[in-house]
């Protein structure tokens, strides 16, 4: 193997000894462990060319059959012969032991300078075995159970060489329409922020050199979330209050939490795309936070611009880029064209080529590659990780915490366990690729342990199954893409007869697994298709109908909430889908996650959101007034408002606290209060504390989330919960443009979700 310095170990050790002049003496500087990193980092940068170094700012996709033969034309021999000559510093959508070793080994010993590759992949929840979609494992508000999702996806996916992964997703979503809303963490910046930390640590670990830990990569930064309309790829236009208050926390969460990788977004912000936005880039991220990793774009996103109408060609395009701080090119191929020449025309400086450079190498060096470029390619690893019992049982344990209860009237969850004759109806309940979800690339289809599987394995009660309607019909040649049925209803009749001689019917109704996700925006967000004219058909002829949502985003839903006594939101739970639910319904498991997102009562509502503002007339001022802000034909409040979710078990809350009425500077206040089981069922519930900040210099929202606790209750339990409130509390980004704590009077509610509560009132001064 050619060029062995990059693989020998570095012998630097805490005082590195110096010869000078024919003597030892030692160094003025104490060498700390990040100079050792940095040193590293330097021998193989002082050895790169010019165009090595734009090679490593260059990210390609998969572009041939690595088994078969090497390229002759096109692209893909242009792609090869860059790979050949060090002109790529990554690959995505490589999947594979025998793959990536192919590629790595193509990379080390057949380049000059023999640097490995970073292998990037879209492990965004789950590799081969899937947890459920990201905003389903946030109605969970378990972190430790997020990150253990995280880390067990990171453990399957670095068995088939793959050693980065572009996720989490870390966007404040508020609208359901917007089609990556199953990706993230819902609405709220300060839950999200502690997701945002959960699986990022999930992903890396405590130690990047391990072979079971992957690079976790922040995205989309930024506000790309905020599209108008809800439609993907849309204009973003918010404000500087908005930005940092809402959008930004959970970023600078995940820099705090030790992300590795950064990746910008599609969209503009504020008329400039955010690909070529310094001051998103180097201002904020870089230069504010100190960020040290690296930053990809998103897919094309460098060119993309182009359409933007931001830059003229690709060239423009390229220049803007890194100038901006937009550090890997992901698929433009912009900056192995045309960095070499900018740098030559004096249009971009090579010293800002340099710390992009670095920045890449230095986290090759974290995850060990050049100690050992095939330390993730170990075929036996990969054989007995994928799907292996652990990660299963990881699976299934958060898909039951995912899952929200809605409604559950008179009790009828859950089910008896003998004795009924139960009808299951609904295309979904028999679907074993629909509960994989969106951005489940890697999984085979027909993996997933469908509802009906799962309830059959509860063999005491009668079951019988009729589809009544698909939900989807067909498929585009573009395999992510569905088509909703708006017509087929010739299921309906067998449905109807089974219903009829039914003690109980378990509708599963919604989305398909692959009708939310990237450039899955909806203008609708009802039950697609005929779904719900199914529902009503069925209500009239049987309507004890325990309904079984699974959902990539939260859906309108007003009728079912009506008629239907219960409701079950289980979202696209993944590869243990089925089993989740079934021990859910029948009791096995007590639900206890609660909603991340805003349920509205109609499309017309949307965005909404529980921490909105008050606005001048935010109630009737007269009997009969329409000079208030509202709609004339909807109710202001949501269907099921964020924090929301019903228990097996009843929660009581009582006596709230405060330790004091005022606190100062560097002072603080305890706030407890006492939670009661009234049930004979064992439970947890998700304490909720949430804070209003009366009068600032900047409006502030009627109610924000600060902290919670979730606690587990025997029956007739009482339990008291206290929080701690403090300056870093109430701090936000002021009329001052910094953050800070400003004096005043505050409101405090503590209740099972952002609704319900308990409230009490406290003062700040300093």
């Not at 059959?65 to 893909?76: L, M, N, R, S």
């Not at 505050?746 to 003062?763: H, R």
């Amino acid at each position: 193997m050619k060029n062995k310095f990059l693989f020998v170990s570095f012998a630097i050790t805490a005082f590195i000894m110096v010869s000078c002049s024919n003597k030892i003496v030692k160094p003025a500087v104490s060498y700390t462990k990040e100079n050792i990193l940095d040193a590293k980092v330097d021998s193989v940068f002082k050895q790169m060319t010019l165009a090595e170094k734009v090679g490593q700012l260059n990210q390609y996709n998969g572009f041939w059959d690595i088994t078969g033969p090497a390229p002759k034309e096109g692209q893909a021999a242009k792609k090869y012969e860059d790979l050949k000559n060090g002109l790529v510093g990554s690959m995505l959508n490589v999947k594979g032991v025998k793959d990536v070793r192919a590629l790595q080994k193509i990379a080390v010993e057949q380049t000059r300078l023999g640097i490995p590759l970073i292998f990037g992949f879209d492990v965004i929840h789950g590799y081969k075995t899937i947890s459920p979609i990201p905003l389903a494992e946030s109605a969970s508000w378990d972190m430790e159970a997020i990150k253990k999702s995280a880390a067990v996806a990171a453990d399957e996916a670095s068995s088939v060489g793959l050693n980065w992964t572009f996720a989490p997703m870390v966007d404040v979503s508020r609208d359901a329409r917007w089609g990556r809303v199953m990706e993230g963490a819902g609405e709220d910046p300060f839950l999200g922020s502690k997701i945002a930390v959960a699986r990022v640590k999930g992903f890396q670990g405590d130690d990047l050199a391990a072979t079971n830990t992957i690079l976790a990569c922040a995205k989309h930064f930024a506000g790309y979330a905020f599209a108008e309309s809800g439609r993907d790829y849309n204009t973003v236009d918010v404000s500087e209050t908005t930005l940092q208050n809402t959008i930004f926390p959970p970023f600078k969460a995940a820099v705090d939490a030790g992300v590795r990788t950064f990746m910008n977004s599609f969209n503009e912000l504020n008329g400039i795309p955010a690909t070529g936005n310094a001051y998103l880039q180097r201002q904020v991220l870089k230069g504010d936070w100190n960020f040290g990793g690296f930053v990809v774009s998103d897919w094309g996103s460098i060119n993309e611009m182009i359409a933007h109408g931001y830059a003229k060609d690709s060239k423009q395009a390229a220049e803007m880029a890194i100038n901006a701080g937009s550090d890997m090119d992901m698929e433009s191929s912009a900056y192995v064209a045309h960095l070499v020449t900018l740098v030559q025309e004096g249009k971009v400086k090579e010293s800002t080529i340099d710390d992009a450079v670095k920045r890449i190498l230095k986290v090759k060096f974290e995850l060990g590659l050049f100690d050992n470029p095939y330390k993730y390619c170990d075929e036996t690893r990969e054989k007995e990780t994928i799907g292996k019992p652990e990660i299963q049982e990881a699976v299934l344990d958060m898909a039951k915490k995912s899952i929200v209860l809605l409604k559950n009237e008179n009790q009828l969850l859950p089910l008896k366990k003998a004795g009924q004759k139960i009808v299951i109806i609904g295309a979904l309940a028999n679907d074993k690729t629909s509960p994989l979800g969106s951005w489940r690339i890697a999984a085979d289809d027909n993996s997933a342990i469908s509802v009906l599987e799962g309830m059959q394995k509860y063999k005491d009660n009668q079951i019988t199954y009729s589809k009544g309607a698909d939900v989807a019909v067909g498929r585009t040649q573009f395999i992510w893409e569905t088509k909703m049925n708006t017509t087929d209803k010739t299921g309906f009749a067998e449905a109807i007869t089974a219903a009829k001689q039914a003690d109980v019917v378990i509708m599963v109704l919604g989305e398909h697994g692959l009708q939310s996700g990237e450039g899955r925006s909806r203008a609708d967000i009802g039950l697609p298709g005929v779904q719900q004219e199914l529902l009503e058909e069925i209500y009239k002829v049987n309507p004890n109908i325990v309904l079984i949502l699974n959902n990539g985003r939260p859906l309108a839903i007003p009728w079912a909430d009506q008629n239907i006594p219960a409701i079950v939101e289980a979202w696209q739970l993944g590869t243990q889908s089925g089993n989740a639910i079934a021990q859910v319904v029948y009791g096995d498991y007590n639900p206890s996650g609660k909603l991340p997102m805003t349920f509205p009562r109609n499309i017309g509502q949307v965005p909404i959101y529980y921490n909105h503002k008050s606005t001048g007339r935010p109630v009737m001022s007269e009997p009969d007034s329409v000079f208030w802000s509202h709609y004339m034909d909807e109710k202001n409040s949501p269907l099921y408002p964020f924090g929301f979710g019903l228990s097996y078990s009843k929660f009581e809350y009582s006596d709230l606290q405060l330790s004091n009425s005022s606190f100062a500077k560097n002072g603080k206040i305890e706030v407890s209060i006492k939670i009661k089981n009234t049930s004979n069922v064992a439970g947890k519930e998700v304490v909720q504390l949430y804070i209003r900040d009366l009068i600032g210099s900047v409006t502030r929202p009627v109610k924000e989330l600060k902290g919670f606790e979730m606690i587990e209750l025997q029956p007739n339990e009482t339990k008291k919960v206290v929080f701690l409130i403090d300056e870093k509390t109430i701090q936000y980004f002021t009329a001052n443009s910094k953050w800070e704590a400003e004096p005043g009077d505050f409101k405090v509610f503590i209740g099972g979700n952002s609704e319900k509560t308990i409230e009490a009132d406290f003062q700040y001064t300093n």
